[in-house]
Nanobody, 133 residues
């Protein structure tokens, strides 16, 4: 069983930086696991933001955050991070992390895959990010 706890959200100004953390407890494969960041703003559908494939430490991002957000994992702390730079008001949302074990690299890094909540067995409770312009 995997449990995920997000932290690091808050209220910031446009152009600021913020780092979200997703601490995992339980076993997460270092070779075939996919870790993901999603966000959901009020009245909008949940959106895939970034993916991190543990094997080869490959990552993928939605176009709107490319060049601004970076996801990485600290294996010693079993924690996934989302470094958010030059944040914009449209980045305001509840941010969630999710994990799926035994997933191929191709599927993990395809942000069009796995839109359904049921595709990800493990979710965190979310952390709120509010960006003021």
């Amino acid at each position: 069983q995997v449990q995920l706890v997000e932290s690091g959200g808050g209220s910031v100004q446009a152009g600021d930086s913020l780092t979200l953390s997703c601490e995992a407890s339980g076993y997460i494969s270092a070779t075939t696991s996919c870790m993901a960041w999603f966000r959901q703003a009020p009245g909008k559908e949940r959106e895939a933001v970034a993916r991190f494939y543990t094997n080869l430490e490959a990552a993928a991002y939605v176009d709107s955050v490319k060049g601004r957000f970076t996801t990485s994992r600290d294996y010693t702390k079993n924690t996934l991070y989302l470094q958010m730079n030059n944040v914009k008001s449209e980045d305001s949302a509840m941010y969630y992390c999710a994990v799926k074990q035994a997933l191929s690299r191709a599927q993990c890094l395809d942000l069009s895959w796995g839109a359904a909540t049921a595709a990800w067995p493990y979710w965190g409770q979310g952390t709120q990010v509010t960006v003021s312009s």
